[in-house]
Nanobody, 123 residues
Framework: QLRLVESGGGLVQPGGPLRLSCVVS????????VAWFRQAAGKEREAISC????????NFEMRVPDRFIISRDVSKNTVYLQTDNLEPEDTAVYYC????????????????WGQGSRVTVSS
């Protein structure tokens, strides 16, 4: 069974950078698609971006396309999410999730989830 562990959240000033890590154990990133979601208080969980086993990338964060960058290090079984310009509206709990092979944007399509990493954007 897959295990996913996020890290890298915390308090960040507006305009500051963010780099979240998702370490995946129990399976290889060559086989699994890993997505990042986020959930702000009182809102539904939304997909941000996803990287497939073969390396194709899909960006779902449609308000500001490509503001968040997903990447991975297969040798470390780690997927990253980063941005250089956080906004207060980015305050949320960020989750990584995994499923077989291909990316989907709905959370119901993912069976494996991390515990979440809280990001607070505030001065």
């Amino acid at each position: 069974q897959l295990r996913l562990v996020e890290s890298g959240g915390g308090l960040v000033q507006p305009g500051g950078p963010l780099r979240l890590s998702c370490v995946v154990s129990g399976g290889s990133l060559d086989v699994y698609a890993v997505a990042w979601f986020r959930q702000a208080a009182g809102k539904e969980r939304e997909a941000i971006s996803c990287i497939e086993g073969k390396g194709d990338i899909y960006n779902f964060e449609m308000r500001v396309p490509d503001r968040f960058i997903i990447s991975r290090d297969v040798s470390k079984n780690t997927v990253y999410l980063q941005t250089d310009n956080l906004e207060p509206e980015d305050t949320a709990v960020y989750y990584c999730a995994a499923r077989n092979h291909v990316c989907y944007h709905r959370q119901i399509d993912y069976a494996n989830w991390g515990q979440g990493s809280r990001v607070t954007v505030s001065s």
